[in-house]
């Protein structure tokens, strides 16, 4: 199978593009990504001389580039997106170009060649979950309150409206917070990794008390291997952690790995519209593909730290450049 990748130079698109040329040796990857801040080759330099594996720079939003790689692959697999929620609080503009336009125009060019589509999303199209509410699955109603996940969730109703109107073959999937190699330390957790290893502050904001439900990147990965494969056309299937945790209480586990006390922490003014609790229940896609998480919270974040720590190169040229603006302008200082 030849397949179109978006975003493959993020961190999740590059997990799936070392998940794929390294299980499947038939298949072959064209990775579209326009290296925004987020992307970076390095994650895929092992690649780049094999001829199964081919990088093609450029916007999802550009219909002349998209449109012979869409005739050329077999499948597309849509992870390109500006994806940080702070990021979307600042600037929502560049979330409706990208999440909502881009995906518009990956799919009418789907829909012209007729090919495959698989749409990666999240969990937080589905809104926020009171303490003892069920966790999220396919049946919850959309409830977006940031930028990103409204933007998320129109580029879902997209893809499903595709589906009915025109019969593309689709496939969704909502996923709960990934964590894992190549996650630039924008988000939570390689944040307070590297914060912790440049003796900076560790910034939690309101009381630290939101849950998340912590899912490896790797796990996360070979269930969208396993929806483009057998996953059942036009369906949505949620994908989760079993990992629920208090933020703070992820951070004490870190400093904890780390081998550090916890006078870094520091309590900073809340994220606006702070979703209290995401969580999935993965019944569906455990039930029907045989899927469930295998590397337990304990075991990844262990992994993901020993990563942090080996690669120190990647992330302190992560956090050059541009990063430092959006650093300052977020937490109010470099
Ligand atoms: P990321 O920000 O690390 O990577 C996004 C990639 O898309 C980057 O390589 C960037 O250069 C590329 N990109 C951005 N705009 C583009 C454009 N206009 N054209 C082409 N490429 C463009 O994101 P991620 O964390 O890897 O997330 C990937 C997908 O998974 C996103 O759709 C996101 O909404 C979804 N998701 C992420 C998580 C998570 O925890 N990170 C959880 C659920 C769902
Ligand atoms: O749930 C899936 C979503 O997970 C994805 O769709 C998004 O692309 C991804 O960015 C992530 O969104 P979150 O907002 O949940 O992740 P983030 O890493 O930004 O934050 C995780 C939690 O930690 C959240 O409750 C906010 C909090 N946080 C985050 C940062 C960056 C802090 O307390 N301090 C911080 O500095």
């Known amino acids: 199978m030849k397949i179109l990748v978006t975003g493959g130079a993020g961190f999740i698109g590059s997990n799936f593009i070392h998940h794929i040329l ?64 702070d990021r979307s609080i600042m600037d929502p503009g560049i979330f409706l170009e990208t999440n909502v336009r881009g995906t518009y125009v990956l799919l009418e060019a ?53 589906h009915e109107t025109y019969g593309l073959p689709i496939t969704i999937s909502n996923c709960s917070n990934n964590y894992g190699p190549y996650a630039c330390p924008e988000k939570f957790i390689p944040l307070i990794i590297t914060n912790i290893s440049e003796k900076k502050r560790i910034p939690v904001y309101g009381d630290g008390k939101q849950v998340r439900d912590w899912l490896y990147v790797e796990d996360h990965c070979r269930a969208i291997d396993m929806i483009i494969r057998k996953g059942r056309i036009g369906e949505t299937y949620c994908i989760g952690g079993d990992s629920e945790r208090t933020n703070i209480w992820i951070v004490k586990k870190l400093l904890e790995l780390l081998g550090r006390d916890e006078s870094a922490i520091e309590y900073v003014k809340d994220r606006a519209g702070h979703d209290r609790r995401y969580a999935i229940n993965y019944g569906k896609i455990e039930h029907e593909l045989g899927w469930r998480p295998t590397v337990s919270l304990e075991e990844g974040l262990r992994k993901t730290v020993s990563w942090y720590q080996a690669n120190e190169d990647w992330w302190k040229n992560m956090k050059s450049g541009a990063y430092q603006e959006y650093y300052a302008k977020q937490y109010g200082k470099k």
């Open 22 to 85: 390294e299980g499947h040796p038939e298949d072959e990857v064209i990775n579209l990504d326009a290296l925004t801040y987020a992307g970076n080759l390095e994650n895929l330099s092992i690649w780049k001389d094999d001829p199964r594996y081919r990088f093609v720079k450029g916007d999802i939003a550009d219909a002349s580039i998209v449109d012979p790689l869409i005739a050329e692959a077999d499948a597309v697999v849509h992870f390109a997106a500006e994806s940080h929620v």
């Open 110 to 162: 789907a829909r012209k060649h007729g090919k495959r589509f698989h749409h990666v999303s999240t969990d937080e199209v589905f809104g926020a979950l009171k303490p003892d509410d069920a966790p999220f699955d396919e049946k919850t109603p959309y409830d977006p309150r940031s930028p990103y996940s409204a933007s998320k969730a129109s580029s879902d109703h997209l893809v499903r409206a595709y």
